[in-house]
């Protein structure tokens, strides 16, 4: 089967650009929600008003990036936990004698909340890999030229400007 070309595929409408397009966002305030523990709340002020800074964050992003904070906040705690307990825990009978060992569950609890903050991270481009795929543009002032233009459509395929046509 033949490729068709970026040209036939922007014709007929059905052309998908696979390179990543930079969001256009407008700077919003971040207020330290209510709903986070004391210590995700200030994971959220070091975080939040840094990438709200960089025009990196919309009212949209709020949830999960509280959901990131609870889980880095997760990590932390468990992380002191286990700095007083021991790793391995011994597991004794009726008779105080140790029959087993076991791996402390703290540990595998941290792993997981670090692994979620690192999945949800990559998200506001938190890790040094993830920054590099981002571009974020500022939002500008768009001239009266620019307000008239989104007043107008392009028609599919057609190449044809025409003026929206306003419902009754």
């Given at each position: 089967?033949?490729?068709t070309?970026?040209t036939?595929?922007?014709?007929?409408g059905t052309?998908r650009?696979?390179?990543?397009v930079?969001?256009?966002?407008?700077?919003?305030?971040y207020t330290?929600?209510?709903?986070?523990?004391?210590?995700?709340?200030?994971?959220?002020?070091?975080?939040a008003?840094?990438?709200?800074?960089?025009?990196m964050?919309t009212?949209?992003?709020?949830?999960?990036?509280m959901m990131?904070?609870e889980?880095v906040?997760k990590?932390?705690?468990?992380q002191?936990?286990?700095?007083?307990?021991?790793?391995i825990?011994?597991?004794k009978?009726k008779?105080?004698k140790v029959v087993?060992?076991?791996?402390n569950p703290?540990?595998?609890l941290s792993?997981?909340?670090l692994?979620?903050a690192?999945?949800i991270?990559?998200?506001?481009g938190l890790?040094?890999?993830s920054?590099?795929?981002?571009?974020?543009?500022a939002?500008k002032?768009?001239?009266?030229e620019?307000?008239?233009?989104?007043?107008?459509?392009l028609l599919?395929?057609?190449?044809k400007?025409?003026?929206?046509?306003?419902?009754?």
């Open positions: 089967m033949r490729k070309s970026e036939i595929k922007k014709a007929k052309f650009n696979k390179n990543i930079g969001l256009v966002i407008d700077k919003c305030d330290t929600p209510n709903e986070l523990t004391e210590a995700a709340r200030k994971e959220w002020e070091q975080i008003s840094d990438l709200s800074g960089k025009m964050l009212i949209l992003d709020r949830k999960m990036l990131y904070c889980e906040a990590y932390w705690k468990y002191n936990d286990l700095q007083t307990e021991d790793i825990l011994q597991l009978d008779n105080q087993n060992f076991m791996k703290k540990l595998d792993d997981k909340a692994t979620n690192h999945r991270g990559m998200h506001f890790t040094p890999l920054r590099t795929k981002i571009n974020i543009t939002k002032e768009s001239s009266p620019e307000q008239n233009l989104d007043k107008l459509t599919r395929g057609k190449g400007i025409v003026p929206i046509q306003k419902a009754m």
